[in-house]
């Protein structure tokens, strides 16, 4: 099994930031670490990158010069690529990082940030991520995740999920017969603080229970009143 160091090291990441010194700093921590940086300063390059190429990361400002890394990381997830994004943003606000992970982000650092809160940020992601040839699939009951093409199977029908639905099912499905917290959700599935004026973790959770119903009557999700939600095998 991969320990955190070896998450660390000898990736392929590509990093598209338009700052000189964010991306000489950036790129000189992960080449330190073992890692090969490719670099791009526009969002037209590094989308073309991402799209032409099998990294194992990508770390993504959200400002560039003739875009956004909105629109760059909704694109890539658009046309299947599912690698790991962080992306780097001098912005705080919480709906801005609501925003963004909501088009596939896996993560948020704000700037100003120091290496070790970078390398921290990634392998943190790395754990969450599938390498192949170690873990495959998910089951419960008539349920199953593919973990390397990303899809849920109910009743040997596959489903398509985005980026979101999916780190929800896993999350779901490895905590199956535990009531979780919509704070815990925040925290684990989209690494931000619960926001109480915000409904985005009901949405998501909306969103999967109705693909699911379209290949089941049964409620793998059951919400718990004032506690959460709990996952429920149907076997």
Known sequence: MATSADHQNGMKILVIEDDPTVRTLVKAVLEHRGNEVSVAETATDGQNLALENDFNMIILDLRLPDGNGYD???????????????VLSAEHE??????????????????????????ARLDAIARRSVPKGVEKELVCGNLKVDLIARKMIIHDNEVDLTNNEFNLLVYFMRNKGKVISQEELA???WNIHFDTQTNYINVYISYLRKKMREHT???YIETVRKKGFIFQCDD
């Open 187 to 189: 925290k684990n599935v």
């Open 217 to 219: 009557e049964y409620d």
């Open 94 to 119: 919480t709906d801005v990082k609501i925003k963004i992970l909501n088009v596939g982000a896996d993560d948020y650092l704000t700037k100003p940030f120091n290496s070790e809160e970078l390398m």
């Open 72 to 86: 760059v990381c909704q694109k890539i997830r658009e046309e299947g690529v599912t690698t790991p994004v962080l």
